[in-house]
């Protein structure tokens, strides 16, 4: 009896030894890396006839910086690719390239979900299919909430939503992409991984 008490005794000042001296998540000087992808395919029918398709593919690489407790500087790559293939018409392809300077703060608590709040503003820039003198898109403003789930100090589950409005922004199906005052507003839902090497 007395061994276990001794064994129970070591093993509780052992976990709350581990508690006490944890690094904490999200301290000022930590770096996390990591990415999110987003991707979506569709099919338009009316009358039981078909009418286009479409696919969307978009990667969002990342590196954020903690320059104070739980507050990041996180700029990220924006990569993606539209295309749009209409029944007995042209199909066509939109790539999109750029990036998102966001600013977050991080509601880090005693367990392991980490909610989070961010804002950002971005420019992208449009190539489309046999089309030249493309405006760039400007992202004004990105703004979101996400979760960041961790396995362990160093690696986190994340998911995010956002909403961005952009100017010169828009679909290749409809027309109108890049054109000069054309005004976007997206709502998305992105999910991803971090890992946090320092």
Do not use: C
Not at 187 to 192: A, D, H, K, N
Request: proline share 3%.
């Amino acid at each position: 009896m007395k061994k276990v008490l001794i064994v129970l005794v070591s093993l509780f000042f052992l976990v709350l030894s581990s508690n006490l001296f944890a690094q904490m998540k999200t301290e000022k000087g930590r770096i996390e890396l990591g990415g999110s992808a987003g991707f979506y395919t569709s099919s338009v029918s009316y009358d039981g006839e078909h009418q286009f398709s479409e696919t969307e593919f978009s990667f969002y690489p990342r590196m954020g910086f903690f320059i104070i407790d739980k507050f990041e500087i996180e700029p990220q790559l924006v990569f993606k690719t539209y295309s749009f293939n209409p029944e007995g018409g042209e199909s066509g392809t939109v790539s999109h390239f750029g990036g998102i300077f966001s600013l977050s703060y991080n509601f880090e608590g005693n367990g392991s979900m980490v909610p989070f709040v961010f804002a950002g503003i971005g420019v992208l820039t449009n190539s489309i299919t046999d089309e030249e003198d493309i405006k760039a898109s400007l992202i004004l403003p990105e703004v979101g909430v996400g979760l960041k789930a961790f396995f362990n100090n160093n690696w986190a589950f994340r998911s995010e939503a956002f909403f961005n409005h952009m100017t010169n922004g828009g679909r290749l199906g409809f027309g109108y992409t890049g054109l000069e005052d054309l005004k976007n507003n997206t709502f998305g839902f992105r999910l991803g991984f971090s890992v946090f090497p320092k």
